[in-house]
């Protein structure tokens, strides 16, 4: 009969079988992540909570039939806008003759049938041949000009509408300019990419003091948000590592504010240079090149449940239980929900259902990761979510006292999307200071479309206001401050004639 071993006796091969387990475990969570990353969907979305929140089929048929009533009004406001042409169509000559009795005493009937056709017209550059005007007096001492045309740069041979599009094109539309150069080349204006590089590059010089302004207007926001995303440079043989950071906010107005910063490196340097001195808070995810900035006498740190939750996602293909917190974390969004659905959003009312409702919630998910914590390898993918959670608990929990702070930090995410499928499409960046420029146009471009501005009648008029506008002003240059007040101008003050 064998002899039972003490419980406390040492055993060699437990040790090792609990580390090879552990090992499994993290090589079947890769094994998962690689096999959806490759053959399966990589989102990881949450279920519709906003539809779970409507129990009975009549408030869902109400709330489909309002949004499409939204939808067409939507539509029918940019049939609108759209640019127009009224093409008339007249009776050929032969017919012209009453089909009745053959007469041809034949009248206009109202103002005929219209009907409406949407057709692509190839856009086109001109070559514009400005002549301006000399008068001379007769005395033979004096000579009058007319003014010459308004151009971004002296001596320039491409005017302001021309640089809009190269901007939006690359930054909006993430297009490399070698396609560009291509498709300027066969509306029968030469172009090669040298050009429009350099004419790039001459437009975020004359915007560099928006954008600079822009980004001291979001570091003094009581809320930013902020992430950081790489960015290839060139170097003789092989590229460097470059990094992209956004830092944003949403003003009283709702309007959103979005700015870049480009470095050479991550660390903490870029955040202190942006948001170094202020106070308020910052929503970030657990990265420590942000601490610099969120020291006891900084910004307070607002921690992501998105980031939690993709934990979590990720470690259910070795820990099923990880369900259990995703669910909890779904509760959380269902408060969101249920929040925008009353349109109490960033409201008194706002904070007191989160106390209410998400206090609880977040009551027993602590709990819970209490007990899960001991019962998994620190090194497994559940492991290390639980880890990620507990540590990060104090900065996940402040958005049920505030309720301007958001529950996640994919504001943040969203405003670094364009910059990533442009990444794709032309790989890295020439230098530094390319990577600066691009930077700063990147923020005036996703800051108009944040607030539905076209980015190239924006930048085709402010390329030339910006350099005589007085610097002590210059925030009404910034496209939320644009569009206000070019909407100003096109309304007629009452005191004013109508022409």
Known sequence: ??????????????????????????????????????????????????????????????????????????????????????????????????????GENLRPLGKGRTSVLYEYVPSRFEKQVHVQEVLACTCGRGVVTAPPPAKVVDRGEYGPGFLAHVVTSKCADAMPLHRLAQRVERSGVPMSRSTLTDLFHQAASVLLPLSQHLLQCIASADVVWADETPLRVLDVKKTKLGYLWTFLTQNEAGQWLIGYRFSMGRASKTPKEVLGGTRGALVVDAYTGYNAVTLPQGRVRVGCWAHVRRRFFDALATAPEAREAMDFILELYRVEAQAREADMVRTAAHRELRQVHSAPVLARLHAWLEA????????????????????????????????????????????????????????????????????????????????????????????????????????????????????????????????
């Open 1 to 102: 009969m064998p002899r039972e071993l003490p419980q406390d006796h040492f055993c060699p091969w437990r040790e090792e079988a609990e580390e090879l387990k552990e090992r499994l475990t993290s090589l079947e969570a890769k094994m998962a992540t690689l096999e959806r990353h490759v053959f399966g969907r990589r989102a990881e979305r949450l279920p519709t909570v906003a539809a779970e929140l409507r129990a009975d089929a009549d408030a869902t048929a109400a709330q489909a039939e309002a949004a499409k009533k939204k939808r067409q009004q939507r539509a029918a406001r940019k049939a609108e806008e759209a640019p127009a042409r009224e093409i008339r169509h007249a009776v050929p000559a032969e017919e012209r003759h009453c089909p009745a009795c053959g």
């Open 372 to 499: 899960q914590a001991p019962r998994h390898p620190p090194k497994s993918p559940l492991g290390q979510a639980i880890s990620y959670a507990l540590k990060q608990w104090e900065a996940l929990t402040r958005f049920v006292e505030n309720e301007r702070l958001p529950l996640d930090n994919n504001r943040s995410e969203a405003a670094l999307r364009k910059a990533a499928l442009g990444r794709k499409n032309f790989l890295f960046v020439g230098h530094e200071v390319a990577g600066e420029n691009l930077a700063g146009l990147y923020a005036l471009v996703a800051t108009c479309e944040a607030n539905q501005i076209n980015p190239e009648a924006y930048l085709a008029d402010v390329l030339l206001r910006v350099q005589m506008h007085p610097n002590s002003r210059i925030g009404e240059l910034l496209p939320h401050e644009w569009v206000r007040r070019r909407a100003a101008e096109l309304v007629p003050s009452p005191l004013q004639p109508s022409s």
